[in-house]
Every structure is written in structure tokens, then in C-alpha cells.
């Protein structure tokens, strides 16, 4: 079964701060690719980062960041210089080659940023 | 370029009433998704379109569940009778390649009481 877990329901993180939201997910495929995606109370599913698997580099995008460990099947995101709009859902997801190019997304985790 | 259209907004019906929701992919976009995103989880896949040929619908409950995607673009899915279970977001996705992900639609809110 495709799997992707955050462990973590909810965080808050202080205005200008930095905060690390966790994820894992199975897969014993080599080639996919991760993604983290941002809702916000309008719904509407912003792509946030994306990670190709057979690239060591960790993606970088502004203040959003990944560590991608493959060997433990970890990807978190880290948010530097939190500002409000960044409070909003976030989804950790993958897409697996081998199973159709389908997006498998985790249960997500609520980010409050406190000013 | 225009993002993926989703409508009704919102959506209140009563159980065992049915119900349609309509979509328009980014064009261009040969592959359509519907997910369903029940409060407090992520959304889950309900079928995916390649133009207009199905190609994953294993997770749709074909008992009261339909879709189509008519000459390739537009799309709509229906619940035909509704549950309360059913209440939920249902989003819309579309990509040219999905290796950079998708881009999604603002969704349709639905309640069922």
C-alpha cells in the first residue's frame, strides 16, 4: 500500500521563526517524486516544493526548504522567516512512476503562526 | 494562464438528493483528476482521466458515483443517491506532466444533511 504519514496534527511557530513539519512515506519503487502543498482556509491546493527522488540536492524555494533523507524515506519541509500567510493545511505527497502517476497525499498538519 | 474552474462553490443538499459538480482543467491538460477531501484528512483519489478515457476509477463507488469527461476538457461528477458520509471537498486537478504535480481547483464544499 502507498503510504504517506505526518505525525504531527498541528504546529505553531512565532512570527519570523522557523518551523520543520515532518513526513514519511513506504514505497520500495526508486523512482517518484515528493511534493509539499499548502491549503489555506480558500482551499484552493498551492504547490509549495517539489523533490525528484534520484536527486540527492534538497530542493529550495525562498524561505521553504526540504531535507530529503531516502534511505530513512523522510522529507520535511522548513519554513525560515514565518510570516501569517503562511498559516494554512499542509499536505507532505508523493507521485510513484510505477502506480499510475497518481498524487498520494498525507493525513496533513495544521500550521498556526502567532504575531 | 487561467487557473482549474470549479463550480458550485458550495453545495448543501438533502440525503438521497443528487448532485453535480463541474470542472475545467487548465487547457491544455490532458490528464483530470477528482479527488475527495473529507474534513481533517487529505484528499484521496476518486478517478483519473487521460483526455477523455478513464484511467483509474478503482476507488469510486460506481454504486452512486459518476463521471465523464466530454471532447477531453470539461468534466462533471455526479453522487446519485446521496449519504451523509458523502459530505466532504471535492477537488479538481489537472497537469500536463505530472511529475511537476498538479494544479488544483478552489474545490466544491459539499453538505449533506
Known amino acids: 500500500a502507498q503510504t504517506v504519514t505526518q505525525s504531527q496534527p498541528e504546529m505553531s511557530v512565532q512570527e519570523a521563526e522557523t518551523v520543520t513539519l515532518s513526513c514519511t512515506y513506504d514505497?520500495?519503487?526508486?523512482?517518484?517524486?515528493l511534493f509539499w502543498y499548502k491549503q489555506p482556509p480558500s482551499r484552493q491546493m498551492i504547490l509549495v516544493i517539489r523533490?525528484?527522488?534520484?536527486?540527492?540536492q534538497n530542493a529550495t524555494e525562498n524561505r521553504f526548504s526540504v531535507n530529503f533523507q531516502k534511505a530513512a524515506k523522510s522529507f520535511s519541509l522548513k519554513i525560515s522567516d514565518s510570516q501569517l500567510g503562511d498559516a494554512a493545511m499542509y499536505f507532505c505527497?508523493?507521485?510513484?512512476?510505477?502506480?499510475?502517476?497518481?498524487?498520494?497525499f498525507g493525513a496533513g498538519t495544521i500550521l498556526r503562526v502567532k504575531s | 494562464e487561467a487557473g482549474v474552474a470549479q463550480s458550485p462553490r458550495y453545495k448543501i443538499i438533502e440525503k438521497r438528493q443528487s448532485v453535480a459538480f463541474w470542472c475545467n482543467p487548465i487547457s491544455g491538460h490532458a490528464t483530470l483528476y477528482w479527488y475527495q477531501q473529507i474534513l481533517g484528512q487529505g484528499p484521496k483519489l476518486l478517478i483519473q482521466f487521460q483526455n477523455n478515457g478513464v484511467v483509474d476509477d478503482s476507488q469510486l463507488p460506481k454504486d452512486r458515483f459518476s463521471a465523464e469527461r466530454l471532447k477531453g476538457v470539461d468534466s462533471t461528477l455526479k453522487i446519485q443517491p446521496a449519504k451523509l458520509e458523502d459530505s466532504a471537498v471535492y477537488l479538481c486537478a489537472s497537469s500536463i506532466d505530472s511529475n511537476y504535480g498538479y494544479t488544483f481547483g478552489s474545490g466544491t464544499r459539499l453538505t449533506v444533511v
Open positions: 514505497t520500495s519503487e526508486s523512482d517518484y517524486y
Open positions: 505527497a508523493y507521485i510513484i512512476m510505477e502506480y499510475g502517476n497518481k498524487l498520494v
Open positions: 523533490q525528484e527522488a534520484y536527486k540527492q
